[in-house]
């Protein structure tokens, strides 16, 4: 008789498992946050240019 056992993964190894994706997953957040302007650069937005004027008169 051949007996094969079945997969297993102890609660280290989900945990680590677990740590890894999360990890990722802020590692491309901050990536994306600090590239952010030169994406938009690449797609062609400008940033809005705003009015110095303060007081609401447009003479």
Known sequence: MH???????????GSLIIQIVIA???GLGVALRASWG???????????????????DSK
């Open 24 to 26: 990722a997953l802020l």
């Open 3 to 13: 007996f094969s056992p079945l997969p297993y993964l102890d609660p280290g190894s």
């Open 38 to 56: 030169s994406i938009k650069k690449m797609f062609g937005v400008k940033p809005k240019v705003e009015d110095d004027d303060t007081d609401g």
